[in-house]
Nanobody, 119 residues
Framework: QVQLVESGGGLVQAGGSLRLSCVAS????????MGWFRQAPGKEREFVAA????????DYADSVKGRFTISRDNAKNTVYLQMNSVEPEDTAVYYC????????????WGRGTQVTVSS
């Protein structure tokens, strides 16, 4: 099993920045890909970004490309989501997730951290 704990959420003004962190513990050696999803009130959970352990390739939703950056520190078993130029539409609960297979479904989920962007 892998446990994921997110942090860094909060209230930020539109145009501002926020950095989310997610620390993985447990059988972290089995994780090949980590990512972020988000769920806004009344909406379905949606993909935000993902990063593969090696070689560190990344993938982003079109809605966040050029504004968000995902990165990871393998030594610390931590993945980050740098959120710049945030918009009110970015308001959501952000979930960290991890996958065993590089192209498989996500197997583990954190409990989420709330991000609220004020206009």
């Amino acid at each position: 099993q892998v446990q994921l704990v997110e942090s860094g959420g909060g209230l930020v003004q539109a145009g501002g920045s926020l950095r989310l962190s997610c620390v993985a513990s447990g059988r972290t050696f089995s994780v090949s890909r980590m990512g972020w999803f988000r769920q806004a009130p009344g909406k379905e959970r949606e993909f935000v970004a993902a990063i593969v352990r090696n070689p560190g390739s990344t993938d982003y939703a079109d809605s966040v490309k050029g504004r968000f950056t995902i990165s990871r520190d393998n030594a610390k078993n931590t993945v980050y989501l740098q959120m710049n130029s945030v918009e009110p539409e970015d308001t959501a609960v952000y979930y960290c997730t991890a996958a065993v297979l590089p192209r498989g479904s996500f197997d583990y989920w954190g409990r989420g951290t709330q991000v609220t962007v004020s206009s």
